[in-house]
C-alpha cells in the first residue's frame, strides 16, 4: 500500500522515555480536583456552581457564552471547596474549581443505556456536542461547537478524516486509546460525519499502524458511509493540517477519488464525541501519556479530567531526582507547567518531566534548550521548514536590531503554522518558532 | 479552514541539535588529529603552527571584543575552529609570524568586520590562507619546497594513473601487499604503489595533506555526527573526482580518461576543501539546490585552478570564489525559493 507523505522538510523523532502504547492503566481517582473554567486558547466559561455547592459527577458547573468558550462540567461528585486562580505559562490567568470528592458516582461503573443518534438531524447532534462542552482534545482545544459552526463546506462533497496520525511518540495515548476504544473511536467518526454532513469516511493512518488501518475499516463496514484509509509518512509534523491536507489531495488524485472539503477530528475528540452522543456524558477522563527522563515508570494512563499533575507522576513513580523541567504536551511542541498543582485538562495528551540537562548528552532527545548563541546560518532551519520558509531570515527581520517587519515579511510569518521543527534543530538554540509565532499572532 | 494548531504559550520544550559551540569543538578536535599527525614527522613545527593561529587568533578576537565593549565568545569555540583550519592549509613550515598575521586577519577583518560569527559570508580560514598565500607567495613557496605532494609541470607523473609508486616506502610496500592479497584480490584489482604513503606522508606540503590519515579520520567523524550534510562532500569529492579522472591527465600531456583520481583527492588540500571549506553551510547557499549547485560549482572551478591553472591549491582558490558570490545567490535564492506565497 502507497505511503503518502508531506514534500520538503520535518522531523523523524525517537524518543526513548517516552511511554510504551502498548496498553494503559486507569490512574486513582483524585480527592481533590482542579476544574479550570478556561480552555487553553479559549475564553473563560462563567461559573454556575458556588463554594459550598455540592456537584454531581458530570454535572455542568461552567457554562459558555459564546464562540471559544465551552462548557465545563464536573468530573467527581463532591463539594466545591475553593476556587483558585494562577498565571499560566501562556502569560494569562486561568480559574478553577477545586472539588473535594464526595458522595456516589452516578456514571462511573453504572452500565449505561445507549441513545439512538441515527434519528438525530445533524444540528440535533452538533447541538449536543455543545451541550457537553466537547473541544479538540489537544492542540488548542478549541470547542468542537465553534469548529462545526466555522465550517463552511464548498457545493461539493465532504470528507470526515479520522485523523490517526503518530508523527511522535508522545502521541502514545492516541495510539492506546485506538486500540481500546476503537469501535467507539470509528462509531465517533461516523456520529461527527453526520453532524458534518460528510459522505465518506476516511482513516488517515500512520504507515506503522497499518493493521489498525485494516481494522477500522473492517468496523467502518456498519456505518453507511463509504470508508477508506490513506497510510501517511511519521515524519512530524505530518499530523498538521497543513501536512495533512497536501497528503491527502495526494491521495485524491492518486486514487481518482473526488473527497472534496476535510471535516479532520483526531481520536480522543471523536471518543468524546461518541460518549457525549451516544451515552449523553461529557468528557470525564482522558488518556495521558507521562513520561520523560525525570519520570520512574513512564505510562499510558486514564486520567480524570482535573486531576493534579503533581498526583499523576505520583502514579507513575514519581521523579528520579529533581525535575529541570516539567511540561503538558510533546517534547516537540508543549508548554511549561507553572506548578504541579496544575490540572490535566482536556488537551493534556501527555505530561512530561525531563531531569537536569535532560539526563541525555547534549544534542539527544531528551535534552533542554540550552543558552542561545549567535546564529550562525548553518541553514537547518530552512531544510527542515515543512512549509518552505526561511525561518532564520524572519527571525533576524522580526528579532533583529532592524525590526524590519514589513508587508512581505508579516506576510510570510503568517504561513507558519507553529510546528516548532526550526527551533527544535537550531544549533545555537534560538526561538526562532516562538517569535515567528507570535509575530504571526500580532498580525491577526 | 485556517487555523493555528499551536495555542498560546506552546513552543518546543527539547531541542535536538548539536549545539553551535559542540560543533566548534569538535571540527577543532578533528582538525587538531591532523596537526598531531603532521608533527609527528616535522619535530612538532606543525604543533608550533597551530598555537600560534590559536593564540593570535583568540588574542585578536578577545581584544576586539573588549575595545567595542561586547561579551567575549571565546567559549564558541569558532575562533579555535577557525585557527585550526588556517593551520592545516598552512606548509608546516611557514614562518609562525606569517601564520599569526593570518590568524589575526581572519578575526579581525574576516569575521569581526563583517559583525561577527555567522554574519561573514567568506570562510575566515579560507581568506586568511588566501591573505598569506599572497602576502608572502615567496615564503609561502620556500616553505612548501619541493614538495612531491604538489601537482606542478615538474612532476606530471602524479597527475596519471598508477604512477604515483615510484619511490614508495617500505610501510607502503607491506600495507599494500596485504590489502592486495586481500581485499583488493577479491575483484581481481591491484593498488599499485605510493598511494599508502599519501596517508602518512612525511614531505612538505600544507598540513592538512601531510595529516592525510587522520584528517579522514575526522572527515568520519563530522559527517556522521551531521556536524555537516554528508551529501555536500561527497558530491564535491564525485564532480571533482570525475573531472580529474576524465580531464587530468590532459595539461601534463596524457589522454582522456588518464587522470589520477586518488591522487587528485588525496592531495592539493582537496578533502579539508571538501569537508570544512566548500561544505561550510555558514558561507553557502541557502536552498538545497543553491547549496548543491555551489557545492558542484566549486569542485569544477577547483579543478580548473589546479589543473589548468598555476596554483597547486587551486581547491581554496575555487571555494573563496565561491564564497565571494554567496550574497548574489542567496539573494537570487531569497526571492526564487523563500519570497514566494505558498499554499495551501
Known amino acids: 500500500m502507497k505511503v503518502y507523505s508531506f514534500p520538503r522538510g520535518g522531523i523523524s523523532f525517537e524518543d526513548p522515555t517516552a511511554p510504551s502504547a502498548a496498553e494503559s492503566r486507569t490512574a486513582f481517582l483524585p480527592g481533590l480536583s482542579v476544574i479550570p473554567l478556561m480552555q487553553y486558547s479559549g475564553v473563560r466559561a462563567a461559573p454556575v456552581v458556588s463554594v459550598g455547592d455540592f456537584v454531581k459527577e458530570g454535572m455542568l458547573v461552567g457554562r459558555g457564552r459564546g464562540p471559544g468558550q465551552a462548557n465545563v462540567h464536573a468530573t467527581v461528585p463532591g463539594r466545591v471547596v475553593k476556587t483558585v486562580s494562577w498565571k499560566t505559562s501562556g502569560g494569562y490567568t486561568n480559574e478553577a474549581l477545586v472539588i473535594r470528592l464526595e458522595g456516589a458516582f452516578e456514571k462511573l461503573g453504572k452500565k449505561e443505556k445507549p441513545f439512538s443518534w441515527r434519528n438525530m438531524s445533524p444540528a440535533d447532534i452538533r447541538r449536543s456536542i455543545g451541550e457537553y462542552g466537547l473541544v479538540e482534545m489537544e492542540g488548542a482545544g478549541r470547542p468542537l461547537e465553534d469548529i462545526f459552526a466555522a465550517f463552511q463546506p464548498g457545493s461539493g462533497p465532504l470528507t470526515m478524516v479520522i485523523r490517526c496520525v503518530f508523527d511522535d511518540p508522545w502521541l502514545a495515548a492516541d495510539r492506546v486509546l485506538c486500540r481500546e476504544r476503537l469501535k467507539e473511536v470509528v462509531e465517533g467518526g461516523a456520529i461527527a460525519a453526520r453532524a458534518a454532513k460528510a459522505s465518506r469516511l476516511l482513516f488517515a493512518v500512520s504507515r506503522q499502524e497499518a493493521a489498525l488501518g485494516e481494522a477500522f475499516l473492517l468496523e467502518a463496514r456498519n456505518w453507511a458511509l463509504p470508508a477508506s484509509v490513506v497510510l501517511t509518512g511519521s515524519r512530524y509534523p505530518q499530523r498538521n493540517r497543513r501536512e495533512l491536507e497536501l497528503v491527502l489531495r495526494n491521495y485524491e488524485k492518486k486514487e481518482g477519488l473526488s473527497l472534496g472539503d476535510f471535516f479532520i477530528l483526531g481520536p480522543a475528540s471523536l471518543t468524546a464525541v461518541y460518549d457525549a452522543v451516544k451515552f449523553q456524558k461529557p468528557v470525564l477522563d482522558r488518556y495521558v501519556a507521562v513520561g520523560g527522563s525525570a519520570v520512574k515508570n513512564p505510562q499510558v494512563l486514564k486520567v480524570r479530567i482535573g486531576s493534579r499533575i503533581g498526583d499523576v507522576f505520583e502514579e507513575c513513580g514519581g521523579f528520579i531526582g529533581k525535575p529541570e523541567k516539567i511540561a503538558i504536551g510533546s517534547p516537540l511542541l508543549g508548554w511549561s507547567l507553572a506548578d504541579l498543582y496544575e490540572p490535566v485538562v482536556k488537551t493534556s495528551f501527555a505530561v512530561f518531566a525531563l531531569r537536569e540537562n535532560g539526563g541525555k548528552p547534549d544534542g539527544q532527545p531528551g535534552g533542554k534548550p540550552g543558552r542561545e548563541h549567535r546564529c550562525i546560518g548553518c541553514g537547518e532551519c530552512r531544510t527542515v521548514c515543512p512549509v518552505g520558509l526561511d525561518p532564520e531570515d524572519l527571525y533576524k527581520r522580526i528579532g533583529g536590531a532592524g525590526n524590519r517587519k514589513g508587508p512581505s515579511t508579516l506576510r510570510r510569518v503568517a504561513e507558519c503554522h507553529g510546528c516548532g521543527c526550526c527551533e527544535l534543530i537550531c544549533p545555537s538554540m534560538l526561538p526562532l518558532s516562538s517569535v515567528i509565532s507570535n509575530a504571526a499572532r500580532e498580525k491577526h | ?344
Open chain 2, 1 to 344: 479552514m485556517r487555523e493555528k494548531d499551536a495555542p498560546l504559550g506552546q513552543k518546543p520544550q527539547i531541542n535536538l541539535a548539536r549545539s553551535t559551540p559542540g560543533r566548534m569543538w569538535l571540527i577543532s578536535a578533528c582538525a587538531f588529529l591532523v596537526i598531531i599527525q603532521s608533527s609527528l614527522g616535522d619535530s612538532f613545527s606543525s604543533l608550533g603552527i597551530a598555537l600560534v593561529t590559536v593564540l593570535s587568533a583568540t588574542l585578536t578576537e578577545a581584544l576586539l571584543c573588549y575595545h567595542s565593549r561586547k561579551s567575549i565568545p571565546l567559549k564558541d569555540g569558532s575562533a579555535v575552529a577557525s585557527a585550526l583550519i588556517l593551520a592545516i592549509l598552512l606548509p608546516n613550515h611557514i614562518p609562525p609570524l606569517y601564520a599569526a598575521a593570518g590568524a589575526a586577519f581572519a578575526m579581525g577583518i574576516i569575521k569581526f568586520s563583517f559583525g561577527g560569527l555567522g554574519s561573514n559570508w567568506l570562510n575566515p580560514a579560507a581568506g586568511a590562507w588566501l591573505f598569506v598565500r599572497f602576502s608572502w607567495p615567496e615564503a609561502f613557496r620556500m616553505a612548501l619546497g619541493n614538495s612531491p605532494l604538489i601537482l606542478s609541470p615538474d612532476n606530471p607523473a602524479l597527475a596519471f594513473s598508477y604512477s604515483t609508486g615510484t619511490g614508495s616506502s617500505a610501510v607502503d610496500g607491506l600495507v599494500r601487499s596485504i590489502l592486495n592479497g586481500s581485499i583488493f584480490s577479491l575483484t581481481r584489482a591491484e593498488l599499485p604503489g605510493g598511494y599508502i604513503d599519501l596517508f602518512i606522508s612525511s614531505a612538505g606540503g600544507i598540513i592538512a595533506d601531510r595529516g592525510l590519515g587522520l584528517l579522514l579520520l575526522g572527515t568520519v567523524i563530522i559527517s556522521a555526527t551531521q556536524v555537516n550534510r554528508a551529501w555536500a562532500p561527497a558530491l564535491y569529492l564525485g564532480v571533482y573526482g570525475a573531472l580529474v579522472r576524465i580531464f587530468g591527465a590532459l595539461p601534463f600531456g596524457g589522454e582522456l580518461g588518464e587522470g589520477d583520481i586518488l591522487f587528485g583527492i588525496f592531495s592539493g588540500g582537496t578533502l579539508a576543501a571538501a569537508f570544512l571549506l566548500s561544505g561550510d553551510p555558514a558561507t553557502g547557499a541557502k536552498s538545497t539546490t543553491g547549496f548543491l549547485l555551489t557545492i558542484a560549482a566549486a569542485a569544477f572551478t577547483g579543478f580548473i585552478f589546479r589543473y589548468f591553472g598555476a596554483e597547486p591549491y587551486g581547491v581554496i582558490l575555487a571555494v573563496l570564489l565561491l564564497n565571494t558570490l554567496v550574497p548574489l545567490i542567496r539573494d537570487i535564492e531569497s526571492g526564487f525559493f523563500y519570497e514566494k506565497q505558498r499554499s495551501p
